[in-house]
């Protein structure tokens, strides 16, 4: 069963919009989670991160909200770029009896920017 | 270069065969992770060092699979027997010594490993 999961597998979005990916998790005992970014041939750069404790975190361009109720999380990117172009993967840590280290990752959605 | 290297980068082998894959760390990093990205998948957790603790194996998916980290630094991911079903990309990542709950792990490019 899949703890995590990025329902779209591609979203295409212009220039200067605004991009929003989407992740749902079923495990309640997630209590961080990451967004990473991959291009081609290269391996995961961490974006950016939020704590359970939070709703809401903010790093220039992108911002990442959670919904615990919910069990939703959501990266907005804004305004969009054509380098913005890349698989982003939704990532969730805390479920493993206080054993942090263990990264449960969605399967990931492929942005594309058009100029 | 400062970041988390692997090699090699591509692998093509017979199933059957015996297959190492390395990675390097980045230096000063304590804890160190394998995972795997199969087609379409996202990145399943294989194994974790920490330090001189003991590796938590509990993601290895059978025991064709086995890993060991020398001296703390460099590691090595073997897979016995290979089957088309370990064609993945493997990929390495690192990260500074768990002092919090929470940690962002760096990634190495990975190995792409395709078992005829």
């Known amino acids: 069963d899949q703890q995590v999961k990025q329902n779209s597998p591609s979203l295409s979005v212009q220039e200067g919009r605004i991009s929003i990916l989407n992740c749902d998790y079923t495990n309640s005992m997630f209590d961080y989670f990451l967004w990473y970014k991959k291009y081609p041939a290269e391996g995961p750069t961490f974006l950016i991160s939020?704590?359970?404790?939070?709703d809401k975190n903010e790093d220039g361009r992108f911002t990442v909200f959670l919904n615990k109720s919910a069990k939703h999380l959501s990266l907005h990117i804004v305004p969009s770029q054509p380098g913005d172009s890349a698989v982003y993967f939704c990532a969730a840590s805390g479920d493993s009896g206080g054993s942090n280290y263990k990264l449960t990752f969605g399967k990931g959605t492929l942005l594309t920017v058009n100029p | 270069g400062a970041g988390v290297s692997q090699s090699p980068s591509n692998k093509v082998t017979e199933k059957g065969k015996d297959v190492e894959l390395r990675c390097d760390p980045i230096?000063?990093?304590?804890?160190l992770y394998w995972y795997r990205q199969s087609l379409g998948q996202g990145l399943e957790f294989l194994i974790y060092?920490?330090?001189?603790?003991?590796?938590?194996k509990s993601g290895l998916p059978s025991d064709r699979f086995s890993a060991e980290r020398t001296g703390g630094s460099v590691s090595t991911l073997t897979i016995q027997r290979t089957q088309q079903e370990d064609s993945a990309v493997y990929l390495c990542a690192s990260s500074p010594a768990l002092a919090s709950s929470y940690n962002e792990q760096f990634f190495g490019p990975g190995t792409r490993l395709t078992v005829l």
């Open positions: 939020i704590s359970s404790i939070k």
């Open positions: 230096s000063g990093h304590t804890a």
């Open positions: 060092f920490q330090g001189n603790s003991a590796p938590d």
